[in-house]
């Protein structure tokens, strides 16, 4: 399309975007209950949590609560939420378990590795994620996306997380790219497309839940969709 005939730059969210992160996170959790005996069905809990973790990291992006509250309330709310008792030694526990088993699954959404083939050609990739360095890291590694993204930019090396502009203006500063040559690319209306136009950008957003599309906003539903909007 016309509109994205300057753009050189394409800097994409990382989870719920290109890595599945629900079905990765639902088969780490279901190692973690099958070898510590949590007598709980799975799908009650991943009906729980999966509300709650969007939550209580909508609250660490606001920086209402720590990275460490961040793994530790998820899991408490929702065992709580299924009336599950569970100590908090094994709490901490299957927190560091989750995020040792997690990077290990790594189920990407459908067409990915081959819409970035095809825009690896045309466009530099990039990487801006609110995930933690070390994990993030094993997850473009383990699934295969590592080839395509040779730049990575977390909350954690940048200090601050999206929407704050910060985050967008240091991946530029990084990559050597403009605001009016780059474009955003996420799951998340409120730290990856309104951070970004906040910063100036071009955004396209993968919608990919139930949430109202304001009049105007670009949208795919399947990264399949990218291609037909970014081929020159």
């Known amino acids: 399309m016309s509109s994205f005939n300057d753009v050189e730059h394409l800097f994409f969210d990382l989870d719920h975007t290109l890595w599945d992160f629900d079905r990765n996170s639902k088969l780490a959790y279901g190692h973690i209950f099958e070898t510590e005996k949590i007598d709980l069905s799975l ?5 729980k949590y999966e509300p709650l973790n969007l939550e209580f990291w909508r609250r660490f992006r606001e920086s209402e609560i720590s990275k460490e509250q961040l793994r530790y309330q998820r899991l408490k709310a929702s ?19 989750y995020l040792d088993y997690l990077p290990r699954y790594n189920h990407l959404f459908p067409n990915c590795l081959e819409v970035l083939d095809l825009l690896k050609k045309d466009y530099q990739l990039h990487l801006i994620t ?10 473009v590694k383990n699934s295969g996306l590592q080839g395509y993204f040779p730049y990575m930019l977390t909350a954690e090396t940048a200090g601050t997380k999206k929407p704050d502009t910060k985050i967008f203006e240091r991946a530029l500063s ?11 690319i996420g799951d998340s209306y409120e730290a990856d497309i309104q951070g970004a136009k906040n910063a100036g950008w071009r955004t396209i957003w993968f919608h ?7 009049e105007g906003e670009i949208v795919v539903h399947d ?5 037909s909007l970014l081929s020159r």
Do not use: R
Not at 43 to 47: K, L, N, R
Not at 79 to 97: G, Q, R, T
């Open 43 to 47: 799908d009650v809990f991943i009906e």
């Open 79 to 97: 065992f709580d939420a299924c009336n599950y008792e569970i100590s908090d030694p094994m709490i901490h526990k299957m927190a560091d378990l």
């Open 130 to 139: 609110n995930g933690f360095d070390v994990v993030q890291g094993h997850k």
């Open 174 to 184: 990084d990559t050597g790219a403009t605001s009016s040559n780059s474009v955003m």
């Open 208 to 214: 990919t839940t139930q949430q109202p599309i304001p």
């Open 223 to 227: 990264l399949a969709e990218l291609y």
